[in-house]
T-cell receptor, first 114, second 110 residues
Framework: DQQVKQNSPSLSVQEGRISILNCDYTNSMFDYFLWYKKYPAEGPTFLISISSIKDKNEDGRFTVFLNKSAKHLSLHIVPSQPGDSAVYFCAASDYSGNTGKLIFGQGTTLQVKP | DGGITQSPKYLFRKEGQNVTLSCEQNLNHDAMYWYRQDPGQGLRLIYYSQIVNDFQKGDIAEGYSVSREKKESFPLTVTSAQKNPTAFYLC?????????FGPGTRLTVL
Protein backbone atom coordinates (compact mmCIF):
# COMPACT_ATOMS: atom_id res chain seq x y z
CA ASP A 1 0.00 0.00 0.00
CA GLN A 2 1.66 3.16 -1.27
CA GLN A 3 1.24 5.83 1.40
CA VAL A 4 3.05 8.50 -0.61
CA LYS A 5 2.34 8.72 -4.32
CA GLN A 6 3.82 10.72 -7.15
CA ASN A 7 1.47 9.94 -10.00
CA SER A 8 3.47 11.60 -12.75
CA PRO A 9 6.58 9.56 -13.62
CA SER A 10 7.95 12.36 -15.78
CA LEU A 11 7.57 16.05 -16.56
CA SER A 12 9.08 18.14 -19.34
CA VAL A 13 9.29 21.92 -19.06
CA GLN A 14 10.88 24.70 -21.08
CA GLU A 15 13.70 26.65 -19.48
CA GLY A 16 12.42 29.73 -17.68
CA ARG A 17 8.94 28.36 -17.16
CA ILE A 18 7.43 26.98 -13.97
CA SER A 19 7.81 23.32 -13.00
CA ILE A 20 5.12 21.87 -10.76
CA LEU A 21 5.68 18.48 -9.19
CA ASN A 22 2.86 16.86 -7.28
CA CYS A 23 2.64 14.41 -4.42
CA ASP A 24 -0.31 12.81 -2.61
CA TYR A 25 -0.37 10.98 0.69
CA THR A 26 -2.90 8.86 2.50
CA ASN A 27 -1.89 8.96 6.17
CA SER A 28 -3.32 11.99 7.97
CA MET A 29 -0.80 11.45 10.79
CA PHE A 30 2.11 12.54 8.59
CA ASP A 31 3.29 15.85 10.01
CA TYR A 32 6.42 16.75 8.07
CA PHE A 33 7.13 16.61 4.37
CA LEU A 34 10.32 16.87 2.37
CA TRP A 35 11.46 17.12 -1.23
CA TYR A 36 14.70 15.60 -2.44
CA LYS A 37 16.48 15.95 -5.77
CA LYS A 38 18.48 13.06 -7.18
CA TYR A 39 20.86 12.74 -10.08
CA PRO A 40 21.62 9.29 -11.55
CA ALA A 41 24.05 7.19 -9.51
CA GLU A 42 24.14 9.77 -6.70
CA GLY A 43 22.46 10.10 -3.33
CA PRO A 44 19.38 12.32 -2.95
CA THR A 45 19.99 15.92 -1.95
CA PHE A 46 17.61 17.62 0.45
CA LEU A 47 15.80 20.56 -1.20
CA ILE A 48 13.04 21.91 0.99
CA SER A 49 10.63 20.81 3.67
CA ILE A 50 7.35 21.86 5.25
CA SER A 51 5.70 21.21 8.56
CA SER A 52 2.01 20.36 8.73
CA ILE A 53 1.36 23.56 10.67
CA LYS A 54 2.22 25.60 7.56
CA ASP A 55 0.75 25.66 4.09
CA LYS A 56 3.68 27.19 2.25
CA ASN A 57 7.44 27.31 2.50
CA GLU A 58 9.73 29.16 0.14
CA ASP A 59 13.47 28.95 -0.49
CA GLY A 60 14.76 30.85 -3.49
CA ARG A 61 13.34 29.36 -6.67
CA PHE A 62 11.70 26.51 -4.75
CA THR A 63 8.32 26.71 -3.05
CA VAL A 64 6.43 23.85 -1.44
CA PHE A 65 2.68 24.06 -0.90
CA LEU A 66 0.75 21.80 1.47
CA ASN A 67 -3.00 21.19 1.32
CA LYS A 68 -3.77 19.07 4.38
CA SER A 69 -7.47 18.64 3.63
CA ALA A 70 -6.63 17.20 0.21
CA LYS A 71 -3.55 15.37 1.52
CA HIS A 72 -1.59 16.91 -1.31
CA LEU A 73 1.68 18.77 -1.63
CA SER A 74 3.42 20.30 -4.57
CA LEU A 75 6.86 21.67 -5.39
CA HIS A 76 7.09 24.72 -7.62
CA ILE A 77 10.35 25.64 -9.32
CA VAL A 78 10.43 29.12 -10.83
CA PRO A 79 12.16 29.78 -13.14
CA SER A 80 13.19 26.29 -14.21
CA GLN A 81 16.78 25.80 -15.31
CA PRO A 82 18.43 22.95 -17.26
CA GLY A 83 20.41 22.06 -14.14
CA ASP A 84 17.13 21.27 -12.40
CA SER A 85 16.77 18.19 -14.61
CA ALA A 86 16.77 15.29 -12.16
CA VAL A 87 14.47 12.91 -10.32
CA TYR A 88 12.46 14.53 -7.53
CA PHE A 89 11.21 12.54 -4.58
CA CYS A 90 8.69 13.67 -2.03
CA ALA A 91 8.81 12.08 1.41
CA ALA A 92 6.65 12.13 4.50
CA SER A 93 7.76 11.75 8.06
CA ASP A 94 6.10 8.99 10.02
CA TYR A 95 6.41 9.87 13.69
CA SER A 96 3.68 7.50 14.82
CA GLY A 97 6.31 5.38 16.54
CA ASN A 98 8.79 8.18 17.07
CA THR A 99 11.10 6.46 14.64
CA GLY A 100 11.92 9.33 12.31
CA LYS A 101 11.20 7.08 9.34
CA LEU A 102 10.61 8.67 5.96
CA ILE A 103 8.13 7.27 3.46
CA PHE A 104 9.13 8.08 -0.12
CA GLY A 105 7.13 8.47 -3.29
CA GLN A 106 8.21 6.78 -6.51
CA GLY A 107 9.80 9.91 -7.91
CA THR A 108 9.14 12.23 -10.86
CA THR A 109 11.78 12.76 -13.53
CA LEU A 110 11.95 16.42 -14.49
CA GLN A 111 13.49 17.44 -17.79
CA VAL A 112 14.08 21.15 -18.36
CA LYS A 113 14.72 21.89 -22.01
CA PRO A 114 16.99 24.80 -23.00
CA ASP B 1 34.62 18.46 5.83
CA GLY B 2 31.49 16.81 7.29
CA GLY B 3 29.42 14.30 5.42
CA ILE B 4 28.39 10.75 4.76
CA THR B 5 30.64 8.37 2.87
CA GLN B 6 29.77 5.07 1.31
CA SER B 7 32.26 2.67 -0.14
CA PRO B 8 32.79 1.33 -2.62
CA LYS B 9 30.88 3.19 -5.33
CA TYR B 10 30.48 0.02 -7.41
CA LEU B 11 30.55 -3.54 -6.11
CA PHE B 12 30.34 -6.83 -7.93
CA ARG B 13 29.76 -10.16 -6.24
CA LYS B 14 29.00 -13.69 -7.25
CA GLU B 15 25.63 -15.15 -6.38
CA GLY B 16 25.64 -16.87 -3.00
CA GLN B 17 28.30 -14.63 -1.44
CA ASN B 18 27.67 -12.29 1.45
CA VAL B 19 28.82 -8.71 0.95
CA THR B 20 29.15 -5.80 3.36
CA LEU B 21 28.52 -2.19 2.35
CA SER B 22 30.21 0.54 4.33
CA CYS B 23 28.57 3.73 5.62
CA GLU B 24 30.40 6.31 7.72
CA GLN B 25 29.31 9.74 8.91
CA ASN B 26 31.15 12.50 10.77
CA LEU B 27 28.08 14.70 11.29
CA ASN B 28 27.58 13.49 14.86
CA HIS B 29 24.09 12.30 13.91
CA ASP B 30 22.39 9.80 16.19
CA ALA B 31 20.14 8.14 13.62
CA MET B 32 21.26 6.23 10.54
CA TYR B 33 19.30 4.49 7.81
CA TRP B 34 19.75 2.09 4.89
CA TYR B 35 17.58 2.31 1.79
CA ARG B 36 17.41 0.43 -1.44
CA GLN B 37 16.44 1.95 -4.77
CA ASP B 38 15.36 -0.09 -7.78
CA PRO B 39 14.75 1.35 -11.27
CA GLY B 40 11.51 3.35 -11.46
CA GLN B 41 10.87 3.00 -7.76
CA GLY B 42 11.23 5.13 -4.71
CA LEU B 43 13.52 4.47 -1.77
CA ARG B 44 12.58 1.54 0.43
CA LEU B 45 13.80 1.32 4.01
CA ILE B 46 15.88 -1.74 4.90
CA TYR B 47 17.10 -1.04 8.45
CA TYR B 48 17.47 1.96 10.70
CA SER B 49 19.22 2.77 13.93
CA GLN B 50 18.32 5.62 16.25
CA ILE B 51 21.18 5.08 18.66
CA VAL B 52 24.36 3.07 19.07
CA ASN B 53 23.85 -0.64 19.76
CA ASP B 54 20.23 -0.49 18.69
CA PHE B 55 18.61 -1.00 15.28
CA GLN B 56 15.21 -1.84 13.86
CA LYS B 57 13.94 -3.60 10.75
CA GLY B 58 12.50 -1.47 8.01
CA ASP B 59 10.03 -2.49 5.34
CA ILE B 60 12.30 -4.89 3.43
CA ALA B 61 14.77 -6.29 5.99
CA GLU B 62 14.70 -9.91 4.85
CA GLY B 63 18.09 -11.06 3.60
CA TYR B 64 19.96 -8.13 5.17
CA SER B 65 21.74 -7.57 8.48
CA VAL B 66 23.30 -4.52 10.16
CA SER B 67 25.34 -3.53 13.19
CA ARG B 68 25.75 -0.24 15.04
CA GLU B 69 28.78 -0.58 17.29
CA LYS B 70 29.90 3.03 16.77
CA LYS B 71 27.93 6.23 16.29
CA GLU B 72 29.82 6.98 13.08
CA SER B 73 29.35 3.62 11.36
CA PHE B 74 26.38 1.59 10.17
CA PRO B 75 27.50 -1.24 7.86
CA LEU B 76 24.96 -3.27 5.89
CA THR B 77 25.51 -6.93 5.01
CA VAL B 78 23.66 -8.31 2.03
CA THR B 79 23.41 -12.03 2.65
CA SER B 80 22.91 -14.90 0.24
CA ALA B 81 19.32 -15.10 1.51
CA GLN B 82 18.43 -11.84 -0.27
CA LYS B 83 16.71 -12.99 -3.45
CA ASN B 84 17.23 -9.88 -5.57
CA PRO B 85 20.33 -8.13 -4.22
CA THR B 86 21.25 -6.16 -7.34
CA ALA B 87 20.26 -2.57 -6.59
CA PHE B 88 21.46 0.90 -5.63
CA TYR B 89 21.97 1.14 -1.87
CA LEU B 90 21.76 4.44 -0.02
CA CYS B 91 22.78 5.27 3.51
CA UNK B 92 21.42 8.29 5.36
CA UNK B 93 21.77 9.94 8.74
CA UNK B 94 19.71 12.48 10.65
CA UNK B 95 19.64 14.44 13.87
CA UNK B 96 16.10 15.77 13.46
CA UNK B 97 13.42 15.47 10.81
CA UNK B 98 15.67 15.76 7.80
CA UNK B 99 17.76 12.88 6.50
CA UNK B 100 20.99 13.44 4.62
CA PHE B 101 22.22 10.86 2.16
CA GLY B 102 25.53 9.42 1.12
CA PRO B 103 26.52 8.97 -2.54
CA GLY B 104 25.29 5.37 -2.72
CA THR B 105 26.76 1.99 -3.65
CA ARG B 106 25.70 0.15 -6.80
CA LEU B 107 25.75 -3.58 -6.03
CA THR B 108 25.62 -6.03 -8.90
CA VAL B 109 25.35 -9.73 -8.20
CA LEU B 110 26.48 -11.87 -11.09
Amino acid sequence: DQQVKQNSPSLSVQEGRISILNCDYTNSMFDYFLWYKKYPAEGPTFLISISSIKDKNEDGRFTVFLNKSAKHLSLHIVPSQPGDSAVYFCAASDYSGNTGKLIFGQGTTLQVKP
Amino acid sequence: DGGITQSPKYLFRKEGQNVTLSCEQNLNHDAMYWYRQDPGQGLRLIYYSQIVNDFQKGDIAEGYSVSREKKESFPLTVTSAQKNPTAFYLCASSISDTQYFGPGTRLTVL
